[in-house]
């Protein structure tokens, strides 16, 4: 089983933590590369860790992309997993990316990377 890419970085810093813990959306972006590959990139914020935390997550090869009760407030969601599926050797796709607990958010991606973090109360 795989582990998600930079999560040993991530708990180095911030300490053991869980994905779930992350509730709040705070950015989604979904792109195309130029080697029309789609991406999303999503930036989540603890909610009862203190201090709080962002984790920025990038997703290649996304497909089957489904959102439900996005927008016109602030974003939550409980129950956000990033599964490796590798086993079930589906073509391009290794990740599944889900909230367990409304289904607001589901899709498959090739590569799943935590590529920064931070605590949101220190000074830019």
């Not at 999560?7 to 509730?23: H, M, P, T, W």
């Not at 920025?56 to 927008?71: A, C, I």
């Not at 599926?85 to 990316?97: A, D, G, K, P, Y």
């Amino acid at each position: 089983m795989k582990t998600l890419s930079g999560i040993e970085e991530a708990k180095a810093v911030i300490g053991e933590f869980q994905l779930s813990e992350f509730r709040i959306i705070r950015e989604l972006r979904f792109y195309e590369t130029e080697t029309h590959s789609p991406c999303l990139e999503m930036t989540v914020e603890s909610e009862e860790r203190s201090p709080s935390y962002q984790l920025k997550l990038v997703f290649t090869g996304v497909r089957s992309l489904r959102l439900r009760e996005f927008g016109g407030k602030q974003t939550r969601i409980i129950g956000l997993d990033v599964t490796d599926i590798s086993e079930r050797n589906w073509e391009n796709v290794c990740w599944q990316v889900m909230d367990y607990e409304d289904d607001n958010l589901n899709f498959l991606a090739k590569t799943a990377t935590i590529v920064s973090f931070h605590d949101v109360t220190e000074k830019l």
